[in-house]
């Protein structure tokens, strides 16, 4: 990819639809990769399973983490990335939601 890309770990489709509406609308022109789960999000970012063929230094600019997902939850998808050199230093925003005030 030759522009910085964001992604965003979303398992919620109305969320994700929401959220890229919300780019549109203020004229964010970054690509947005969408992965549905941590697992997801962790192999796009590190290059593995389905996403072997990427670039694993073709990293985002900001991933926009959910915390609540299926799979490997959002707090272990920062951790792993925490724990690595190759991605210790990428721009997380953790978005979650509650119904507890």
Do not use: W
Not at 6 to 24: C, G, M, Q, S
Not at 28 to 37: G, H, L, M, P, S
Not at 45 to 59: E, G, I
Request: net charge negative; with cysteine; glycine share 2%.
């Amino acid at each position: 990819m030759d522009n910085r890309f964001i992604l965003l770990v979303e398992d919620n489709p109305d969320d994700a639809a929401l959220t890229l509406r919300a780019f549109k609308k203020v004229n964010i022109a970054n690509q947005v990769i969408v992965c549905r789960d941590g697992a997801e999000a962790l192999d796009f970012l590190f290059a593995r399973n389905a996403y072997s063929d990427r670039d694993p230094n073709d990293q985002p600019s900001v991933i926009l983490l959910d915390l609540k997902l299926p799979k490997i939850d959002g707090l272990e998808v920062l951790q792993a990335l925490r724990n690595d050199e190759r991605t210790k230093h990428l721009r997380v925003v953790v978005l979650t939601s509650s119904r507890e005030e």
